[in-house]
């Protein structure tokens, strides 16, 4: 595996289950990010990870919890969603923090029914 | 805050013609700024970026954008689109915190034949 990685692609929840969001980056960075990606919003940033350190959290409700074991894993915990979380879930990592390039996974497409 | 700002959400061209797409940005000094474009279904992939130097970037795929402070501009062009080109196009600037990126709402390329 290459780049950045992110599991499950697509997955479908109701608004009672709990799940969870993986990404694995193979590029030997020390920051992880989670973005949100709703239609016709521009990217959203939820959580910055720098050396397995949460180092910034914008605003984001409770029922998104991050984890980051380590510098090459990152997890997005999920629980009684609300339909208006449906949306693409993009992990990124990079070098460093400042103005380094990050780098995207595919993403993980979320339905909340 | 920084920000960017997409002027077209839409764009049209035919296959061989040129392109350009808009960016403007909000900061009040020099920006750390970045193209990153998103097939449908993927991730984002960086183009090109700008921190210093030589105001025309070249980037991959024959991308080059060129940083003008004058207009606090950072437009994305290419000479001769291919079809392939057909994408999403986001041009994101650098936050105060200097991990997260602040994206613009992206601009949506639909090449012709």
């Known amino acids: 595996e290459t780049g950045v990685t992110q599991t499950p692609r697509h997955l479908v929840m109701g608004m009672t289950n709990k799940k969870s969001l993986k990404c694995e980056q193979h590029?030997?960075?020390?920051?992880m990010y989670w973005y949100k990606q709703s239609a016709k919003k521009p990217l959203e940033l939820m959580f910055v990870?720098?050396?397995?350190?949460?180092?910034e959290n914008n605003s984001v409700p409770s029922r998104f919890s991050p984890e980051c074991p380590n510098s090459s894993h990152l997890f997005l915990h999920l629980h009684t969603l609300q339909p208006e979380d449906s949306a693409l879930y993009l992990c990124?990592?990079?070098?460093?923090?400042?103005?380094?390039?990050?780098?995207f996974g595919p993403g993980t497409r979320l339905t909340v029914l | 805050a920084q920000s960017v700002t997409q002027p077209d959400i839409h764009i049209t061209v035919s296959e061989g013609a040129s392109l350009e797409l808009r960016c403007n940005y909000s900061?009040?000094?020099?920006?750390?700024l970045f193209w990153y474009v998103q097939s449908p279904g993927q991730g984002l992939q960086l183009l090109l970026k700008?921190?210093?130097?030589?105001?025309l970037v070249q980037g991959i795929k024959g991308f080059e954008a060129e940083f003008k402070r004058s207009q606090s501009s950072f437009n994305l062009r290419k000479p001769s689109v291919h079809w392939s080109d057909a994408a999403e196009y986001f041009c994101?600037?650098?936050?105060?915190?200097?991990?997260?990126?602040?994206f613009g709402k992206g601009t949506s390329l639909l090449v012709t034949p």
């Open positions: 900061y009040g000094a020099t920006p750390y």
């Open positions: 994101a600037v650098r936050s105060n915190s200097g991990y997260a990126l602040n």
């Open positions: 700008y921190f210093s130097g030589d105001t």
């Open positions: 590029l030997g960075h020390n920051a």
């Open positions: 990124a990592s990079s070098q460093g923090g400042w103005g380094d390039t990050q780098y």
């Open positions: 990870y720098s050396l397995e350190e949460r180092v």
